[in-house]
């Protein structure tokens, strides 16, 4: 856990030392802060002081949806809640026990005293009774006659379960001690009966007030309910029964008012308030109209919307906004070198994100043209803006603005769902649409793709919304309009971005990866090697480049024009086959400072051919901090052989950097260094040239060279894998042709050998 803080930590700590991350983190801030203080506009509107019977000074309308409570409705639904919870009535489940527990206790003592005093063959059961009732307990009172009769007869099992089954049928209907006095004033007569003092039976009976009876009630209909449930008995045991089932029955339902009130009070509270809805653009009163007492009411529950500053709902937005800032700052603290790839990125993206901002929010004010979502939706040029960031620098940061743009549409809209989903599909679609986009006509298709999958969303949206075909046809047309709209927007600032700002675009890229250009055809007569080695470089940069997902045309680019510094001095390099005189009098050290001198030379000339920044870039980063191997280890030679071996400097011999800042840099850099070290191999067979190329990279890895590049393991793997493409499709085995003269004698071998035939 430790270590990976370590980590994340280091990580961050290295990505703020970057000045476009501090800048952009900044401007993110800002970005936020505005957007916030428009939407909190957005929800606080002006009031209006009026009173019944005033002239309207000018038109009032509803800014927004606002939904409102009816109080006097709420009242009476509240009531009517409440009237409709039933009332609790607790069943005493443990009367139960102790009845039927009597009830054994009973016959128990019957069969008791009978063992003891067995009947003696008279009638007198006097004495019998008198132990009986010595027995047991107090409560009840049992009738003697009952008793005795029971005594005399030595009852039956039977008569037992009769008096059982009597008393639990009467009690599981719940006895009340007396009528219903409906304390609480409730005309409601549903019953809830719960089962208290049970550890097993927790239900609850729905019943109706009439269905529950008193004590008295009850007794009346012992006889009955015996009879019905004591089938084929004598009238003197069902008498029994009866009688014993009275001297037990207690009352064990009982009317719960806290319980009642209780629950009363939890539906009132969540009883749903009854609401109304102001639509927005709706007009309350126009200008001159008389204010009514209706109009008057609506125009309160407007100053209530205006005056209210919507704290919730502006910390809400604040509180997504901030989400989004960290989010989008975890890719720019990972991903910053790829996410910004120009000092400018921050400042433009900032620019384009502010003005759709403040144009949303205008746009969502303007009641006279906007009457529905669709329409709002269509006007937004959500697609312009994503399109121009995703082909200006590239579809990471284009998808997550995308990404912010919906969601600021979304709440200008009042989260209209109808918007949500036709922004999300301009972002997205503009975000690839004009991914592999090379000439400027690549923008009016990319338009009209976007204009037919947005007519199809349209499409979706009208049939869900029960549009008429003619509003339908309207909103077809619109999206078709709206998508050529935003590629000619697009197409129309470009030229300012590439002008204004110096911007390097994919056109500009083109450009400048023509070969008849002066440079290249200068390069071609005096450094031919060179030009044979970029061509190569630029090949093997933009396959790997394909592979990782990188810029691969900016690649491409920056592996023509890495060594133009070499023209100068063309002479002096093995790969021009080393014409300069100065070559065989140069010390070591001389030797590396000229070659080293490229770079600066290159820079040079890359400004007086006014080449962007980024193809600068590849010129300055191309060997990042490397050594000069070779005439190190060659001065040291001479040293030792001279006996000073002291006067060796290692900062003579290793370029200045700085180290590659971007994966297209780093690519070029391994392009640069496999190319050249590839020709110095005898037969390069496939595995010599995967070992060469393995160990230039484990070499660039193990020096650091790609400590800011944001290159991974696994886009070394895909690199290495391209260059052995591009090198197995060099170096590929030939067959050995004959010549004309070798053809010719075994043809006249053979010839001869048929004429002896």
Do not use: W
């Amino acid at each position: 856990m430790l270590t990976t803080v370590k980590i994340i930590s280091r990580s961050v700590n290295a990505a703020m030392r970057n000045r476009n991350v501090r800048l952009s983190l900044l401007l993110i801030l800002g970005i936020i802060v505005i957007s916030t203080a428009l939407l909190s506009i957005n929800v606080v509107g002006k009031t209006h002081n009026y009173s019944i019977g005033d002239i309207a000074r000018e038109d009032v309308r509803v800014p927004g949806d606002i939904l409102f409570e009816i109080e006097s409705e709420t009242r009476a639904e509240k009531g009517r809640v409440a009237e409709a919870v039933p009332l609790v009535f607790d069943r005493d489940h443990s009367v139960l026990i102790e009845s039927l527990r009597f009830v054994d206790v009973l016959f128990d003592y019957i069969d008791i005293t009978l063992r003891e005093i067995p009947p003696t063959g008279t009638e007198d059961r006097t004495f019998q009774l008198i132990t009986l009732k010595a027995k047991l307990p107090k409560y009840p009172q049992y009738d003697d006659r009952v008793l005795y009769e029971l005594l005399r007869s030595q009852h039956s099992p039977e008569t037992r379960q009769s008096i059982k089954k009597t008393i639990i049928h009467i009690l599981d209907n719940g006895v009340m001690p007396a009528p219903y006095s409906n304390p609480l004033s409730i005309a409601n007569r549903n019953v809830t009966v719960r089962i208290v003092n049970s550890p097993q039976v927790t239900d609850e009976i729905s019943r109706s007030i009439e269905d529950l009876k008193t004590l008295a009630e009850i007794n009346a209909e012992v006889p009955a309910v015996a009879a019905a449930l004591a089938q084929r008995r004598n009238r003197e045991e069902l008498a029994i029964v009866v009688s014993i089932v009275k001297t037990l029955l207690k009352p064990n339902l009982f009317f719960n008012g806290e319980e009642t009130k209780r629950r009363i009070e939890e539906a009132v509270r969540n009883a749903k308030p009854v609401t109304g809805v102001l639509k927005k653009g709706q007009t309350i009163v126009r200008e001159g109209d008389t204010i009514t007492t209706e109009t008057l009411n609506k125009i309160d529950i407007l100053n209530t919307y205006a005056s209210s500053t919507r704290i919730n709902y502006i910390l809400g937005v604040l509180l997504l906004q901030v989400s989004f800032l960290f989010v989008f700052g975890y890719f720019l603290l990972e991903y910053h070198s790829r996410l910004l790839p120009d000092r400018k990125a921050p400042v433009i993206i900032f620019s384009i994100v502010v003005v759709f901002i403040f144009y949303t929010f205008f746009l969502s004010r303007t009641d006279n043209i906007l009457n529905s979502s669709i329409i709002f939706a269509l006007y937004l040029p959500i697609a312009a803006v994503t399109m121009i960031v995703a082909t200006l620098f590239n579809i990471f940061i284009g998808f997550i603005i995308g990404l912010y743009l919906i969601f600021f549409s979304f709440v200008v809209s009042n989260g209209s769902l109808v918007v949500i989903v036709t922004a999300f599909s301009s972002a997205i679609l503009g975000v690839f649409v004009l991914t592999n986009v090379e000439r400027r006509t690549d923008f009016l298709r990319g338009g009209l793709i976007l204009g037919l999958i947005n007519s199809s969303v349209v499409i979706g949206v009208c049939l869900m919304e029960e549009y008429s075909l003619y509003d339908t046809l309207r909103n077809i047309e619109l999206s078709l309009a709206n998508g050529i709209i935003n590629s000619i927007l697009v197409l129309g600032v470009f030229p300012l971005f590439e002008n204004l700002f110096g911007i390097t675009t994919k056109f500009n890229l083109l450009e400048l990866s023509d070969l008849n250009a002066p440079i290249f055809r200068r390069m071609l007569i005096k450094a031919p090697g060179t030009y044979n080695h970029s061509l190569m470089v630029a090949n093997m940069a933009e396959a790997a480049c394909k592979e990782i997902g990188a810029n691969y045309l900016l690649a491409r680019v920056g592996g023509y024009y890495h060594d133009i510094g070499k023209i100068e001095d063309a002479g002096i390099y093995i790969e021009n086959k080393i014409t300069d005189k100065r070559a065989k009098t140069l010390s070591p050290v001389d030797y590396s400072r000229l070659i080293i001198s490229h770079v600066e030379k290159g820079i040079v000339l890359a400004r007086k051919n006014r080449l962007p920044e980024q193809v600068e870039g590849f010129i300055r980063e191309h060997h990042g901090t490397t050594m000069m191997t070779y005439f190190y280890h060659q001065a040291l030679e001479e040293a030792d052989a001279a006996g000073d071996s002291g006067t060796v400097s290692r900062a003579d011999f290793q370029y200045p950097g700085p180290k590659p800042q971007s994966r297209e840099t780093a690519v070029v850099m391994l392009a640069d260094a496999v190319e050249a070290a590839s020709r110095s191999l005898q037969d390069p067979t496939n595995v010599k040239l995967e070992s060469l190329v393995k160990k230039i990279i484990y070499n660039k890895l193990n020096d650091d060279e790609f400590e800011y590049s944001d290159l991974t393991m696994s886009d070394l793997n895909k690199i290495q894998r391209a260059f052995m493409r591009i090198l197995n499709g060099i170096f590929h085995t030939r067959i050995e042709y004959p010549d004309s003269e070798e053809v010719q004698k075994l043809e006249e071998k053979v010839q001869n050998r048929e004429d002896e035939r």
